[in-house]
């Protein structure tokens, strides 16, 4: 787990930034926030919001993007959290997943609609953000196409050369390897993973992820 530096909860500049972007995010803005892997951009899951997101990274609307919450409680408010996701969640490190999950009801095309990809997030200032806020965006903090880079705070001003200044929480994320989204087939029931997919292979890698499922059964 990143250890979280005195700038970002403790100091005066930390707890500034943390309140311009929980204010910024609130008021339907886009937001820079740190993860374990990648900064993230972060908008709350509404219409408007969504528009600029995806404006301000180029992407295509057909590509949806994941949420970040703070714990499960907080999931559980947009998504079904069946007993084999909190299986996996607790045998993997925190933040190293992102599940695409059976949404109560449906959301925004953007976000997936029916089946929603989520990430509970274990970076002390992401999940301190999120607590605030409740569940955000996590897609990258780029322009797609681009290759992110490790600082909030030049991802928050490269996206600024688009537009409005964006606000940002403080943080240098460890870079490399997103989180590995992962899915499994519902018709064979919400405790079954027997049909587990690897949609995209990140930090934990899909032979550990298919081990997992196998030791299941």
């Known amino acids: ?3 979280p530096c005195p700038r970002q909860i403790g100091s005066i500049s930390g707890r500034f930034e943390m309140e311009r972007a929980v204010k910024a995010a609130l008021e339907g803005k886009c937001i820079v926030y740190p993860t374990s892997t990648q900064p993230a951009l972060g908008c709350i899951p509404n219409s408007d919001s969504l528009d600029l997101l995806f404006s301000l990274k180029g992407r295509l609307s057909d590509q949806p993007v994941s ?3 703070a ?3 907080q999931a559980r408010e947009l998504v079904q ?3 084999v996701a909190m299986e996996i969640l607790s045998d993997f490190p925190l933040g190293s997943l992102t599940l695409l999950l059976e949404a109560n009801a449906p959301l925004d095309s953007r976000l997936g609609g029916n089946m929603v990809a989520v990430r509970v ?3 002390p200032s992401a999940v301190a953000l999120l607590e605030e806020t409740g569940p955000l965006t996590a897609t990258s903090a780029n322009v797609s196409g681009q290759i992110p880079v490790d ?3 030049e991802a ?3 996206l600024s050369r688009f537009g409005e200044e964006i606000e940002f929480v403080y943080g240098v994320c460890e870079g490399g390897l997103p989180s590995t989204l ?3 087939d519902y018709s064979y029931g919400p405790s079954d993973m027997s049909e587990i997919e690897v949609i995209r292979e990140g930090i934990v890698g899909k032979e550990e992820i298919l081990e997992w499922s196998k030791s299941r059964t």
Do not use: K, R
Request: proline share 8%.
């Open 1 to 3: 787990m990143p250890t």
């Open 67 to 69: 949420l970040g919450v």
């Open 71 to 73: 714990n499960i409680e």
């Open 81 to 83: 959290v069946p007993e």
């Open 121 to 123: 997030m274990s970076h």
């Open 151 to 153: 600082d909030c705070d």
């Open 156 to 158: 928050a001003e490269l």
């Open 182 to 184: 992962i899915s499994w």
